[in-house]
DNA sequence: AGCTTAATAGGTATATATACCTACAACAAC
DNA sequence: GTTGTTGTAGGTATATATACCTATTAAGCT
């Protein structure tokens, strides 16, 4: 960053298409040069690492081999403050993005924004601010309220009935149950009995379909 | 296509970086113009529709909104036989690449591929070759197993059998379903008991993992 | 202090499932 | 024609689950 007004870029995605694509993108915008791609994130870790000076951005993709882009950003935050780190996803689901604002991206635009929109981005970024796509807002919220709404399902279990429902998924009978957590037959047809209430089943074929939906197992 | 030389292509992909992507990395091919896109396959459709001799190649993305990649080179293939189709894919499973085939498409990349690739892909497939990403096949053997096995896993239960355990995971009891299918509950049970060798597992817990594990339910 | 919930446990029934057994008719395969 | 599978059905037990009920203890909340 010799030059206070030129971004050096690091370009990470685990597909050539893209990378060659952005490259394609930015090969008449002076200010933005790439100076490096990787493939996975722990290339691009290790280049970022041989020379850190030599890069003031990050571009990345989420989904990587090795190393993810949420993990690569941690890491890249930690290691290397000056970095921006803008990640670029294929997905706009909810957990994606919530990592990437845990992992302190700058930015966060999907592939199905434009050039326009990238280099908005990257400018915005590189300036020291950050790019939230705009379309991401009504998919968060969505995917938010469903993902909500399982973790609500489940947390209506007590403890004590995820556990014992997580046995009889593993095909114990409940007298097999009271014996593995110490505690009368009778305690366990009771849970049983209010799992079937909570789960809004009437057997445990229905507790174990539940449980699956809503990832015990 | 009054110039023999050339390549006339219409681009679809519901990601616009992918295909700002493309087009930059095409510019510099002066046999290889990008004469329209679309964002969805219905939208790849009415361009073409409209005019089919202003093309003699279509570029298209696998999931797209409206019209899906697949459906889209069907209705190409019939209506428009003299448009050569490549398809561009983010996924490498096997249904998409089945599908694709059946589909009759002349090529099939996927998005990890390089500049390099897609250029030769291009070039084979206007000149009335085909192109498939040698990636694919490992990945096609792999899931084509996977979801062999999963066939055969099922075919080794009778028709009657995964009635019975599909009627077994709505909740119905045995007496329940041996009235629904005019039997005996005495052989409903019967069946349960061959359910249990044969999924082996030694409840209706078991049988319930497997139903779903195996795609009944 | 009073209220609620979770977790514990027991009683008493009944319902349902599970484990073996035999048996027979239809059908396909060798 | 014999063999094997599927689907049917019954007998006889036992094991397990399910449906109600009450009741105590500990913990947390207002």
């Given at each position: 960053m010799e030059e206070s007004g030129k971004t050096h870029i690091l370009i990470a995605d685990d597909h050539q298409m893209v990378i060659d694509g952005i490259k394609s993108m930015l090969s008449d915008r002076e200010e933005l040069i790439v100076v490096a791609e990787a493939t996975n994130g722990q290339m691009a870790l290790d280049i970022l690492a041989a020379d850190p000076d030599r890069f003031n951005l990050l571009l990345t993709d989420i989904s990587m081999p090795l190393l993810s882009g949420t993990d690569l950003c941690k890491k890249v935050k930690m290691q290397f403050p000056h970095v921006q780190v803008l990640v670029l996803s294929m997905y706009n689901n909810v957990p994606a993005v919530k990592e990437a604002i845990a992992a302190e991206a700058d930015g966060y635009i999907l592939k199905n924004s434009g050039k326009k929109?990238?280099?908005h981005a990257l400018h915005r970024i590189s300036n020291g601010g950050t790019y939230y796509s705009?379309?991401?807002l009504p998919i968060i919220y969505g995917q938010y309220q469903k993902q909500k709404e399982q973790d609500e399902e489940l947390s209506q279990l007590s403890l004590r009935e995820k556990e014992i429902l997580a046995l009889i998924l593993k095909e114990f009978t409940s007298e097999e149950i009271a014996e593995k957590l110490f505690i009368s037959k009778k305690t366990?047809?009771?849970?049983r009995q209010n799992l079937f209430v909570k789960c809004n089943c009437r057997s445990t074929v229905g507790l174990v379909k539940?449980?699956?939906?809503y990832?015990?197992?």
């Open positions: 929109e990238l280099l705009q379309d991401i366990v047809d009771n849970h539940y449980a699956i939906k990832g015990i197992g």
